[in-house]
């Protein structure tokens, strides 16, 4: 079945340092891959999404792109803030099933 | 306008109790989803409805859970004879019908614990 893998974290970076969070995917066919994002004390929320291979989702200065021919969406950003600090999740969408890794807690100092 | 609500927020049961777990998704959404997140992990997908029906039910663990929307709005998840493994934050989240493709949108969780 499809599958995600993401960096493991937590990731503590500094404010205005870049950001990487990994992740790969295993599915069939041509699956839709997502980042959500859960900050503290609330749900879960999109942040950016990719329906089709080399599409670049981006949102609040975060952008991912759809690599087929490497199944990777690897999260990015090139100055984090304060207000960054939260859990993202890479998720995959095969068909009616999503299917999300396990989540990067990301912790950004002032 | 509202987003996704369910309730309770927190319930605490014993041991093979049953419990029933409510999900209201966004007015005109014909998607729903429930997953079940255990700490530290990611949400595992339990059960899909495209309308009334359950399109896919595959994540659905073993015949002690159940998921109904008898007229396309409001689901309940029911969970028989709880076990303290069912301990969870159980999730709904509800989109417009093109699962594929289509932005999730989630609920805050109803928090189980079994004792």
């Known amino acids: 079945g499809d599958s995600v893998t993401q960096m493991e974290g937590p990731v503590t970076l500094s404010e205005e340092a870049f950001l990487t969070i990994n992740c790969t995917y295993t599915a069939t066919g041509y699956p839709s891959l997502f980042w959500y994002v859960q900050y503290p004390g609330e749900g879960l929320q999109l942040l950016l999404k990719?329906?089709?291979?080399?599409d670049k989702g981006s949102n609040k200065g975060f952008e991912a792109t759809y690599r087929k021919e490497t199944t990777s969406f690897h999260l990015e950003k090139g100055s984090v803030q304060v207000s960054d600090s939260a859990v993202y999740f890479c998720a995959v969408t095969g068909g009616f099933k999503t299917i999300f890794g396990a989540g990067t807690r990301l912790f950004v100092k002032a | 306008g509202a987003g996704v609500s369910q309730t309770p927020s927190n319930k605490v049961t014993e041991k093979g109790k049953y419990v029933e777990l409510r999900c209201d998704p966004i007015s005109g959404h014909t998607a729903l989803y429930w997953y079940r997140q255990s700490l530290g992990q990611g949400p595992e997908f339990l059960i899909y409805f495209q309308g009334t029906g359950a399109a896919d039910d595959s994540g659905l663990p073993n015949d002690r859970f159940f998921a109904v929307r008898p007229e396309g709005s409001v689901s309940t998840l029911k969970i028989q004879r709880t076990e303290r493994g069912d301990s969870a934050v159980y999730l709904c989240?509800?989109?417009?019908?093109?699962?594929?493709?289509?932005?999730?949108?989630f609920g805050p969780g109803t928090r189980l614990t079994v004792l």
């Open positions: 990719a329906t089709k291979a080399d």
């Open positions: 989240a509800s989109s417009w019908g093109q699962p594929l493709t289509d932005t999730q949108y």
